[in-house]
């Protein structure tokens, strides 16, 4: 299994403004993902998180909106720059530990208001 | 295009019953199914997953059923308990009966289970 965490839990932000979201895993994981869930949506995917290079993006999202990094194999962030109040969400961290096939984990969200 | 879908938004069974959730799905590529719960404020938690080789995967009180040809599937939990109140998502990936970890999710099914 894996432990995941997240800084912050939440925040009200103001618009134009940027927030970094961090993810903490208790374990190496090959895979990492983000996942944002608008309010009364389901879970929609961001991006592939790759370790030491660039993210891959789903179709509707950029890197100059949502840049990410990941330096190692237990650490990434998010960041959802030039915030307006369509960015108000709960942004999740998703990880699977041990490669294709294994359990999918998902962090406690950070529940994201821009003002 | 919704690809996968929940279209029972709530379901309330009593205490002890059998609680059954639906999923359908649309895209004849996804081969690896999986069914998460989620309460308020808190991520989505696992509970169990299926492939695409498989028409039945059993784990305790939780039993999933996939019917390739009607593109279905179906969550049983038997005895539902009051403790199995939430969110639950259907979700779904492709990449050769595995999970890769980029998950297409329903729009979810609120369960009430009533002592």
């Known amino acids: 299994s894996a432990v995941i965490s997240q800084k912050p839990s939440r925040d009200i932000c103001q618009r134009g403004t940027s927030l970094t979201i961090q993810c903490q895993v208790d374990?190496?994981?090959?895979?990492m993902f983000w996942y944002r869930q608008q309010p009364g949506q389901s879970l929609t995917l961001i991006a592939t998180?790759?370790?030491?290079?660039?993210?891959?993006?789903e179709s509707g999202f950029v890197i100059d909106k949502f840049p990410i990094s990941r330096p190692n194999l237990t650490f990434s962030t998010l960041t959802v720059s030039n915030m307006s109040p369509e960015d108000s969400s709960i942004y999740l961290c998703?990880?699977?530990?041990?490669?294709?096939?294994?359990?999918?984990?998902f962090g406690p969200g950070t529940r994201l208001l821009v003002l | 295009d919704q690809q996968v879908k929940q279209n029972s938004p709530s379901l309330s069974v009593q205490e002890g019953r059998i609680s059954i959730l639906n999923c359908d799905y649309t895209?004849?590529?996804?081969?690896?199914f999986l069914w998460y719960k989620k309460y308020p404020a808190e991520g989505p938690t696992f509970l169990i997953s299926?492939?695409?080789?498989?028409d039945k995967n059993e784990d305790g009180r939780f039993t999933v059923f996939l019917n390739k040809s009607a593109k279905h599937l179906s969550l049983h939990i038997v005895p539902s308990q009051p403790g199995d109140s939430a969110v639950y998502f259907c979700?779904?990936?492709?990449?050769?009966?595995?999970?890769?970890?980029?998950?297409?999710f329903g729009q979810g099914t609120t369960l009430q289970v009533k002592p």
């Open positions: 299926i492939s695409s080789i498989k």
């Open positions: 895209n004849s590529m996804f081969d690896y």
């Open positions: 998180a790759n370790q030491g290079s660039e993210a891959t993006y």
């Open positions: 998703s990880v699977v530990p041990s490669g294709p096939g294994a359990t999918q984990y």
């Open positions: 374990s190496q994981v090959t895979m």
């Open positions: 979700a779904a990936s492709w990449g050769g009966s595995s999970n890769t970890g980029k998950l297409i």
